[in-house]
């Protein structure tokens, strides 16, 4: 039986944080190439990113590869596009760049040990290999269908612990984090003395299988004033922590540890280095569910880490929004180059209105689960990602933009005619 009283933490982290930093420039050099790709023409079904960043002090390095458009190519002066010696396209460096540091100034650093006008920012990115592309472009099980860029097991999850279905003590950790940003930005106050980089952590007690109380608060903040210390941070922060627990009560012997070290002023890619990649609990349910362990920034959607661990949480979230479910975890697996799933696999923790095998049949006909499939079901071939390189992937609102579409709940109606139809509701 599922323990119904017990203490869980989930931990989150800010735009700021050195893998983060990375996470978003990897992110905008996805943005920046579908946009390429739609101003040059090029068909966004031909967009191949496979971008990893290293962040140090006042140093960061970009690398991967990719397929562009002729835009983000190096070309002579008649327009031909330059190879190198084993007839990779070379990379124009330039836009990778620009983008890189409107990154970073957007995230808010302009300090001395890392600031977005003096960072030197390699790029070292390349030509997909030809091998991969075959693969994907041409799925060995479906003719002239899109097969998966990889092999993997991805994971979804949703609960009605939250609005958002998500479990409670990431979804709080990143609003925590949220807040302070928002603030940091518009420059209110004290809090506008705050630095980007920051962590949150926070402990929730379950009581009967229920969220009811904070226990543990954690949060260590960047701070600009070096005179700050430990209960002067918390004097700026503790009210933005108190409005983002919202009905969520603070236990009355509630520990808090607010910059528990100290002082904290030499903060992100300055003080520590970072790398894509490196958050994938962050930016997923908080350790509360399964990961299959493929990170999702730097990735265009062909890759079934980002696509599938979306399709995932989407079919979870409808699942639980269908009131067939109070928690659902579901599992896809697939190979590299072969289009539909290896399987599929659903466990509703015992709190399912329906058999979870009539689930795992009911989900393959309400979505084709292809790499193909899932994109044109979700919208995904789009400059929407540098947005979800922070604060989670998952728990986010869906934007005109398209962002977040997995976030969406329209797949409700046709979940539900599909398991009545496989699986009548008894009298």
């Known amino acids: 039986m599922t323990r119904q009283n017990y203490l869980f933490t989930s931990e989150s982290v800010s735009e700021g944080h050195p893998d983060k930093v990375c996470d978003r420039i990897s992110d905008e050099i996805v943005d920046l190439v579908y946009r390429e790709a739609k101003k040059s023409g090029m068909d966004p079904w031909d967009v191949r990113v496979a971008c990893e960043t290293l962040a140090t002090t006042n140093r960061v390095v970009i690398a991967g590869e990719v397929r562009v458009p002729n835009s983000l190519l190096k070309q002579d002066k008649d327009g031909n596009v330059l190879e190198d010696a084993n007839e990779f396209p070379i990379i124009n460096p330039s836009k990778f760049r620009s983008a890189a540091r409107k990154a970073i100034r957007a995230i808010g650093y302009e300090q001395s040990g890392f600031h977005w006008k003096t960072a030197k920012i390699d790029v070292l990115l390349h030509g997909q290999s030809a091998d991969i592309a075959q693969g994907v472009d041409n799925a060995s099980d479906k003719q002239g269908e899109e097969g998966a860029g990889d092999q993997g097991i991805m994971f979804g999850y949703a609960c009605t612990e939250t609005p958002d279905l998500m479990p409670a003590p990431i979804y709080y950790s990143h609003k ?110 908080g350790g509360a569910a399964p990961h299959g362990g493929g990170a999702f920034s730097g990735k265009d959607t ?88 922070a604060y989670g992937h998952f ?18 109606k046709a979940l539900k005619e599909a398991v009545i139809v496989k699986e009548p509701v008894a009298a």
């Open 176 to 285: 925590i984090l949220e807040l302070l940003a928002t603030a940091r930005h518009e420059g209110k106050g004290e809090v506008g003395k705050l630095g980007p980089d920051a962590k949150s952590q926070v402990t929730v007690r379950y009581k009967d299988g229920k969220a009811a109380e904070v226990t543990q608060i954690v949060l260590s903040t960047q701070h600009l004033d070096g005179s700050w210390d430990s209960k002067k941070v918390r004097q700026v922060v503790e009210p933005y922590i108190r409005e983002a627990l919202g009905d969520l009560k603070v236990a009355e012997d509630c520990n808090w540890y607010i910059n528990p070290t100290g002082k904290f002023v030499i903060g992100g890619p300055d003080g520590d280095a970072g790398l894509t990649g490196r958050k994938i609990i962050v930016d997923t349910y």
């Open 395 to 412: 728990g986010r609102k869906p934007g005109r933009d398209g962002s977040f579409s997995w976030e969406k709940t329209d797949l409700v």
């Open 302 to 389: 062909t890759k079934v880490d980002r696509s599938a661990a979306y399709a995932a949480r989407y079919l979870a979230k409808n699942v639980v929004a269908a009131k067939l479910a109070d928690r659902c975890t579901i599992q896809l697996a697939y190979a590299i180059g072969v289009a539909q799933p290896l399987s599929v696999y659903v466990d509703l923790h015992g709190t399912g209105k329906v058999e979870a095998f009539v689930l795992e049949n009911a989900l393959r006909e309400v979505m084709d689960l292809s790499p193909s499939g899932i994109r044109r079901h979700l919208d995904l071939n789009k400059p929407i990602y540098a947005k979800t390189s």
